[in-house]
Structures are given as structure tokens and as C-alpha cells.
């Protein structure tokens, strides 16, 4: 009995061994946990990076919405001050009917052309409010707007203030855009104003937010007045807060970047991360916040996972060490802890088999598959067994496996390489970031490796759709102002170097504001879309019709000759009468359209002059009747010449 039972007690160097693979296990368990740790920190880094890459790009494109904006309303409030120098007496209060009547006419038609202007007016030198854009149906004898920030001689450009609306204002809550229009003293004998509604500025973040760019659902846009630290605009709206002053906040720099902080939200005590950039010369600040509580969920998620595994790991080899040394001289404990170690193991594996991340296990001398999970198969449609070879079946450019492999060897068994790719899925390719783990080997060079794919298709797909915002028009899918411009300056350069001709037509729906009036803004936007359609099967691939806004349209025609931009023109005007009429709600709209002709000729001084001679043009048509084709007087005048001569 005594002999059995001491042979059934291991001996002391194999209980030494025990407490030896113990104390390993439990400095496998801290280098787990020191990864993890890691692993934790670098996710939260990357997370940050992304969001915060995410904040800049929609703060930058907000400001160019914002910028393009602003200079539309400027572009618009310049041409009502040439107007009133040209048509309208010093003291304005001595106009004629026929010059109030014109200059109202102007600021109707204008306001209506521009969905960002809220409405339209001029004040007099003192800035009591003379005319308004019909959209305002009555100009009270008390109205007047706040001048004295550009009555200073200095004054030049247009400057923007804030007005705050009310239940009892007949004017929306917004941004007035002043300009003054000084006499020949140098003083102010008008003031020419737009007010741009927080309506519109809403209007365009949603618009953002549908393509795809939303930050969360905590996430916020502010416009900051830098004088005074007044709120000026917060979407999603709060009524109660706009014109209050900002609380002052402690704020926590995020990796020294100058734009990005963190602070903790006076209005939601939510913890924000906050890029700000200034636009308006200064005169604002432009803040986009991302809540912690949002870009960071999948990072929570992965701190309680992993916090949970670790208390589970030190558990167990709490237990472990316990049981090893209660029952390291019975054979039974050896059996119960190869048990455990094995159901470890199964756990592991299908750990891995679960994993929503693809996992490769592949030879480094020639990348032949040996192991992958399903994740793997299901992104590529291949598993182990199919003689695959990764680097033919699965990188667009072998070159990069090549470097990666190259990168694996030099850095050896202690480091991995991760990189942006290319990968062939079926018949089409997807963008990726690969990461390469150097497997250890019993040689000092990796013999094999694994591999994971982290699909960033999405992100791809986000920072296209960021260019799409930026270059086109979200409703008519044409080229933008922005586009047209870059492109139309390219064609003038080409056309001046070379003497080649280029022609502009200017193309504005007629009645326009009744189409709206009358169907409202919806069916508006469905006439809008059909001309745009319009314009495309009538034009050639070489041409570029783009919307300047409202219902404004371009085209430029380069390598086009005056008789052939008439014709143009003419086909353009014909099929958007003769068309089969926009339809909303089962009512079909029909509108016609004034296209006015201009060509670039030697006194051109840019793109923006045979514009203007388009406009003109086009005004002519509109005042000529409508729904027909008018040429600029600089376009006439070589038919002019020639009739002369003869």
C-alpha cells in the first residue's frame, strides 16, 4: 500500500518542473496582458486618428460650403451696388419710379437666384431700410440695420454680423452680409445688406450628413463670433443658446495638433473632441465636435473584452498555481491541467475561427496558403487546400508582397508590418490594410507568416464622396461653381495661348420663382434636375455645363465659333420647351428657358468678363421677351464690322 501510494506521487525535480511551467504561464499570462494593453491603446490611438481626420475633412468642407457661400452673397450684393451707381441718383430718396421700380426688380430677381440669400436689401447712409426683395412684404418706417461697423472710410469689404430673430421679428434668424456704396466723398450714401437665414446653413450640413459624413449622433457644428465669444449658429439648433455667450471651458490639447481639443460640452456635458478653424477673415470660427462617447464605442467594447479576459486569465492561473501546488505529487492534477491546457487551446481556436477579421496562415518562400479562418474564406472565396498562392491570387501588384515579405525577414520574429493595398476579390479589387506577423521558427529567419485583412473599402468610398460634394452640385449631379471655375480658367489660358475660340452660355429658367410659388420647392427641384438633363444630351462630351445656383446654369463651349454656339444655344433653349415637362405629384410643370451667347474676343480678361457679357446677354433675352436667345454686344460687334465693310 505504501509503495503504491508513493509511486503514484511524482517526484521532486518533476514538481520543480510544475512550479517552473507555472511561473511561465504566468509570464506568458503578463506578456497577454501587456499586449492586450497595448493593443487597447493603439486601437484607441488609431480611433482617434480616424475621427480626427474625419473632423478635419468635414470642417474643411463645411468652410468651403460656407466660403462659397458667402461669396455668392458678395458677388450678388456687388452687383446691386454697380446698379445703384449706375441707375440710381446720389440721394436715393430722389429716385424716380421707374429707377425704384428697376432697382426692386433687381433685388427680387437676385434673391430669388440665390437659395442662400433669405432676402435682399439697401439701406440709406443712415441705415435706415429703403428697399427690400419682395420676399419681405413690407419695408416699415422704423427698420434699419446696424451700419456702424462699415461706416469707417477704411471700409471697404463686406462685413458680417449676426442677427438674432425672434417670435415677434419679421426678419429669421441669421448672418447679415453688409457692403457700403460710398459717393464720390468717400462717404457711405448706401449700404447694400443680405441676410443668409440659419435655415440655409442647416440645409447644406444635412445635405453632408446624407452623403454619408455624420460623426455620431452627439456630433455638433458651431460658428463662433470671435468679438464678444457669441454663439452664432449650432446644428442641430438650439434656439435657447444662440447669441449667448460661449462658456469658458477648460480645454485639453490633443497631441499638440493647433486646430484639435478636447473639452467637455457646457450644453450637453457630453466630452467632446473639437476641430475649429476661422473663416471670414477671423471674423468667425468654425467648430465641428465629434462626441468620445461616439467615435469611441468599438474601443469600449474592446476595453471591457479585454479587461474581462484578463480577470479570467489571472484567474485562472490563480487556480492553476493553487492546484499545482495542492496536487503537484498526484498524477491526477498532471491529467486535470493537460485537460485544461487542451480546452485552452479549442477555446483559442475557435477564438480565431470566430474572428470578423480575415486571418491567413501562409509559407514566406513562396506564399503558399496553409491555414485560414472563415472570415478568409468568406472575403476571398478560397480556403486551405486549394493550392493557393497569395501573392498571384490575391495583391493586385506583386511588388508590394514582395516588400512585405522583405520588410518580415529584416524585421524578424520580434515586429510585424502593416500597409494600405490592393487585393483581387472575385473579378473586382478592394482596398485593404494588410498587417504581416512574422511567425517564430527555430532558425533565426521567420519561416512563415500570419496575415490579417481589415477591409477600409468604407473609407475609401467616404473620401470619393468628399471630392463628389466638393466638385458637383448635390441636386443636378453638374459641375459646381467651384468645378467650373478651375476648369473654365484652364480653357480661357488654352484658348488666349493658342487664339483658338471659346464661347459661354448663360441659361436661366424663366419664371422660375413661380414654378416654386406655385408647386412649391420640391417640384422646383424636380424642374431643376430635368434641365439638367437637358443640358446633357444637348451639348457635346468635349462642352461642360455646370449650375451656378438657383436656377442658373452655364455651359462653355470651347473650340466654338459664335454661329455654332447660336446653334448651340438655340438647340438647348428648343429642348428644354419642347421636352416632355417635369412631373410632380402627378402635375406636369412645363418651363422655358433665356439663354444669353458670349465669346471670348481680345479685350477678355478672364473667364469671369465673358460671363458677365453672357449675363448681359441673358438679361437682354429676359427683357426682350423670354424663352429666346440673345448675343453680348462684343459678340455682335465682328458680324457688325463685316456688315459695315460690305
Known sequence: MSDQHTASIPSKPLFQYYAAMTWLLAFLACLYIGSSTFRVYQHKRQLEQQIAQQLQNVALASRRSLELQLSQVVTTENLVADALGDHMPPDLASATGQQVARLQALLTREAAGNDDIELLGVAGGDGRVLFMSNNVTTVHEGDRIDVSAVRAPATQAPVIDVYQGGPHSAWPSGFVVTRPVRGADGLPRAFVFALQSHDAFQRRLKEQEQAGFSL?????????????????????????????????????????????????????????????????????????????????????AELVFSGVSALLLLTALALLQRLVRQGARQAAQLQFDKEQLDIGARAMGRLIATAPVALAHVRLDDG???????????????????????????????????????????????????????????????????????????????????????????????????????????????????????????????????????????????????????????????????????????????????????????????????????????????????????????????????????????????????????????????????????????????????????
Open 216 to 300: 455620431g449622433r452627439h456630433s455638433v457644428v458651431a460658428i463662433v463670433q470671435v468679438a464678444g465669444n457669441r454663439l452664432a449658429f449650432r446644428y442641430p439648433m438650439a434656439d435657447a443658446v444662440i447669441g449667448a455667450k460661449v462658456p469658458v471651458v477648460e480645454r485639453q490639447p490633443f497631441r499638440d495638433h493647433p486646430h484639435l481639443s478636447y473639452w467637455i460640452s457646457p450644453y450637453d456635458h457630453i466630452k467632446h473632441l473639437v476641430y475649429e478653424l476661422p473663416f471670414a477673415n477671423g471674423t468667425f470660427l468654425l467648430r465641428v465636435e465629434a462626441a468620445e462617447l461616439d467615435f469611441l464605442a468599438p474601443w469600449y
Open 368 to 646: 503558399l496558403l496553409l491555414r485560414a479562418n472563415p472570415a478568409f474564406g468568406s472575403l476571398f472565396g478560397a480556403m486551405p487546400g486549394e493550392q493557393l498562392k497569395v501573392a498571384e491570387a490575391l495583391f493586385a501588384d506583386t511588388a508590394v508582397w514582395r516588400e512585405l515579405c522583405a520588410g518580415a525577414r529584416l524585421a524578424g520574429a520580434a515586429e510585424g508590418r502593416s500597409m494600405e493595398v490592393t487585393l483581387k476579390v472575385g473579378d473586382s479589387t478592394r482596398h485593404a490594410l494588410v498587417s504581416v506577423a512574422p511567425l517564430p521558427s527555430k532558425r533565426d529567419e521567420p519561416r512563415e507568416l500570419l496575415l490579417s485583412f481589415t477591409d477600409t473599402e468604407a473609407q475609401h468610398a467616404r473620401e470619393q464622396a468628399l471630392a463628389s460634394i466638393a466638385y458637383s452640385d448635390p441636386l443636378t449631379r453638374l459641375a459646381n461653381r467651384r468645378a467650373f471655375f478651375q476648369q473654365a480658367d484652364a480653357a480661357f489660358a488654352i484658348a488666349s495661348r493658342y487664339e483658338r475660340p471659346l464661347a459661354l452660355l448663360m441659361i436661366d429658367l424663366d419664371h422660375f420663382k413661380h414654378v416654386n410659388d406655385t408647386y412649391g420647392h420640391a417640384a422646383g427641384d424636380a424642374v431643376l434636375v430635368r434641365t439638367a438633363n437637358c443640358l446633357r444630351h444637348s451639348v457635346r462630351h468635349a462642352d461642360l455645363p455646370a449650375r451656378l445656383g438657383g436656377e442658373e446654369f452655364v455651359v462653355m463651349l470651347p473650340e466654338t465659333t459664335l454661329a455654332e454656339a447660336l446653334e448651340t444655344a438655340e438647340r438647348i433653349r428648343r429642348t428644354i420647351e419642347q421636352s416632355p415637362p417635369a412631373e410632380f405629384e402627378g402635375r406636369a410643370i412645363p418651363v422655358t428657358a433665356s439663354v444669353g451667347v458670349a465669346m471670348m474676343h481680345s479685350d477678355s480678361k478672364g473667364i469671369e468678363s465673358i460671363l458677365n457679357e453672357a449675363d448681359m446677354a441673358l438679361y437682354d433675352a429676359k427683357e426682350t421677351g423670354r424663352n429666346k436667345v440673345a448675343t453680348s454686344t462684343a459678340a455682335r460687334a465682328p458680324q457688325m464690322a463685316d456688315a459695315a465693310a460690305r
